[in-house]
C-alpha cells in the first residue's frame, strides 16, 4: 500500500466517518452558564474599552472632544477607522504604521518604503491585524489594554453571542440574523472540517471548537448530557509536537528530556538562561513563594513561559517577529533584539535540531514539497518562484507542515481507535469533541474505569496500535521519543482535575458528585 493510500484508507476515511458521528451527537451546554455569560462578557467588554481610554490621556483627550463635537459618536474599537485614528493619529498615540494591508500592498508595492507615501494613504491602509497589533504592545506598553479587549471581545462574539443569537446595545451593533448555534435538543452541532486546512490539520467552525482557549470561563457552557450520571473526560496526547519534533531530528538533548522524564520547558529555559534545571522547577517556585520570594519567583515563571513559546515556535523555523508576536500574545514583551539573541540560544542549545531542519528547508527548495511521517504530502511551489518573502514562509510553514500534519493523523488514529473500543463494548459515553491535541468524551460516570482503561491504552501504546492498524510491515522505528497522554475528568470542560497514574475511581466519583 503506497503512502497516499494508507493516508486515505487508515486514516482519513475512518476519521471522516467519526466526525460525522460527532457532529450529529452535539455537545450538551449549561443554559444557566450560557446566560450569565451573556450578561457578564458585554460588561467585560465595556470596561477593557473604557481601560484602553484611560490608559492614554491623548486617547481620552481625544475622546472627549469627539463627544463635544459629534453627538453619534462612539468609541468602538471594532470600527477600523476608531481603532486607526487611536494608534496612528497625531491627536492619539502617534504610533509608526507597521505595515500595509493586502490591498495596500498589491497597489504599493510590498517592499514600499511608507516614507515615500503621503499621510492619507498610510492611514487608509495601514494594517492593524492581530500580528501587527502584538507587534506594536511589544514596543508600546501603552497598546497592551487593547489585547485584553481584543480577547474579551473575541471569545463574545465566537462562544457567547452566537450560541443563541444575544443582542446587547452597548456592544452588539444588530440583531444576528443567521440561526443560533444552540439547537432545541440543548445541543450545539459545531463542524468538523477534515479537509479545512492545507496542513491537514482538522479545522472547526461554528463555534471554533478545535481552538477553544484552555483557560477561558467559556469553557463552563459544556456539560454532559447524562446529567448527575455523567461527566466529561479529556485525553490527550501529552505534548506531542515536540515529541514528534524529538523524534524525527534525533536531537539528543531533546530525546534527554523524554526519556529521562524531565519537563521539557524547564529544561529549555535552564539552557537559555544557563542556570540550574532546579531553579525552574516548579517546587523551587513554590518554595520561593512561601518563602515570601514571590517577585523573584514570578520572574522565574515568565523565563520558562519565554522558553515554552520558543519550543513551540522556534522548531518549526519560526524566526524573531514571531516569537516577539507570539509572546505579546500572552502579555509577555520583549524586544526584537533579544528575541533574536533567544533564538540563537535555543539553537545553539539543541544543535541537531538546528542541522535537521536546515537539512529539511533544503529538501523542500529541492522538491517543492513536504511529506508528513505517514506520507501526507504538502506541495510548495513557491519555493521556486523571484518572491523571497513567499520563499521564506513556505519553508517554515513546510517544516511546520512535517510536525503538524502528522501529529494531527496520529490525533484521527486514536480516536477512531477509542470509538471503535468503546462501541464494540457497547459502552454508553461516546466521542463528542477534539480540541488542539486532545479528544473529548461525554462519559457516563460508571464507565469512567473502562473508558479510562481503553484510552490509556491507545495513547500510551501507539507503536503497537500502529502496528495493529497497518500490518506487522509497518515500520514503528521513527518513533524513538516515547508518546504518552494525560487524563482528566470533570463536570465541564474548564473545572477539569487531572487523573493519576493509579486511579482511585470512587474518590473521583465522589469529587464528581460534590461539585
Request: hydrophobic share 40%; proline share 4%.
Amino acid at each position: 500500500m503506497c503512502s497516499s493510500d494508507l493516508v486515505y484508507r487508515r486514516i482519513m476515511a475512518p476519521a471522516d466517518a467519526l466526525l460525522t458521528a460527532m457532529m450529529g451527537r452535539g455537545q450538551h451546554l449549561d443554559v444557566a452558564q450560557v446566560e450569565e455569560q451573556e450578561q457578564w462578557f458585554p460588561k467585560q467588554i465595556v470596561e477593557e474599552r473604557n481601560r484602553m481610554a484611560v490608559a492614554a490621556p491623548a486617547v481620552a483627550a481625544w475622546i472627549d472632544r469627539q463627544d463635544l463635537t459629534d453627538p453619534d459618536f462612539e468609541f468602538d474599537l471594532e470600527d477600523k477607522t476608531v481603532l486607526k485614528t487611536v494608534l496612528f493619529g497625531e491627536e492619539c498615540l502617534g504610533l509608526p504604521v507597521q505595515r500595509l494591508t493586502k490591498q495596500g500592498q498589491k497597489k504599493f508595492g510590498e517592499d514600499v518604503d511608507l516614507r515615500t507615501l503621503n499621510k492619507e494613504d498610510v492611514f487608509e491602509y495601514a494594517a492593524v491585524d492581530k500580528f501587527t497589533l502584538n507587534k506594536l504592545a511589544a514596543d508600546h506598553p501603552e497598546v497592551r489594554p487593547l489585547q485584553a479587549y481584543k480577547k474579551v471581545y473575541k471569545l463574545y462574539t465566537t462562544y457567547v453571542r452566537p450560541v443563541r443569537g444575544h443582542f446587547d446595545p452597548s456592544v452588539d451593533k444588530k440583531r444576528r440574523t443567521g440561526p443560533p448555534h444552540l439547537c432545541p435538543d440543548g445541543k450545539i452541532h459545531g463542524q468538523f472540517m477534515l479537509t479545512g486546512t492545507r496542513s491537514g490539520r482538522l479545522a472547526s467552525k461554528d463555534p471554533n471548537l478545535q481552538q477553544l482557549p484552555g483557560d477561558a470561563i467559556i469553557k463552563r457552557q459544556f456539560i454532559s448530557r447524562f446529567g448527575e450520571r455523567g461527566c466529561l473526560y479529556g485525553s490527550d496526547l501529552s505534548q506531542i509536537e515536540l515529541r514528534l519534533m524529538a523524534a524525527v531530528s534525533g536531537d539528543p538533548g531533546l530525546l534527554k528530556a523524554y526519556f529521562e522524564g524531565l519537563d521539557l520547558h524547564t529544561l529549555t529555559a535552564s539552557r537559555l538562561y544557563k542556570t540550574d534545571y532546579e531553579v525552574f522547577s516548579k517546587p523551587h517556585m513554590e518554595k520561593l513563594q512561601r518563602e515570601g520570594r514571590g517577585d523573584e519567583a514570578k520572574k522565574l515563571d515568565l523565563k520558562r513561559k519565554v522558553a515554552k513559546t520558543t519550543n513551540f515556535l522556534t522548531g518549526y523555523g519560526g524566526g524573531a517577529f514571531g516569537l516577539q508576536t507570539a509572546l505579546a500574545n500572552n502579555s509577555v514583551y520583549l524586544p526584537f533584539e533579544e528575541c533574536e539573541s533567544i533564538i540563537d540560544r535555543f539553537f545553539e542549545s539543541y544543535p541537531v535540531l538546528a542541522r535537521y531542519l536546515s537539512f529539511y528547508k533544503k529538501f523542500i527548495e529541492d522538491n517543492a514539497v513536504a511529506c508528513s511521517v505517514f506520507g501526507r504530502v504538502r506541495v510548495f511551489e513557491e519555493v521556486h518562484g523571484e518572491d523571497k518573502k513567499a520563499r521564506a514562509k513556505a519553508l517554515r510553514s513546510g517544516c511546520n507542515h512535517l510536525i503538524q500534519a502528522t501529529a494531527s493523523d496520529l490525533m484521527l488514529i486514536c480516536m477512531s481507535v477509542i470509538e471503535g473500543c468503546m462501541r464494540n463494548e457497547n459502552l454508553e459515553s461516546i466521542l463528542v469533541s477534539t480540541i488542539h491535541d486532545s479528544l473529548v468524551i461525554d462519559a457516563v460516570r460508571a464507565e469512567l474505569p473502562q473508558v479510562h482503561e481503553i484510552v490509556d491504552s491507545v495513547v500510551n501504546n501507539m507503536p503497537a496500535v500502529l502496528a495493529e492498524l497497518f500490518g506487522e510491515s509497518y515500520d514503528t522505528s521513527w518513533m524513538i521519543c516515547p508518546l504518552s497522554g494525560d487524563a482528566e475528568v470533570g463536570k465541564n470542560y474548564l473545572d477539569m482535575s487531572k487523573l493519576p497514574k493509579a486511579v482511585d475511581w470512587d474518590e473521583v466519583n465522589a469529587k464528581l458528585l460534590a461539585v
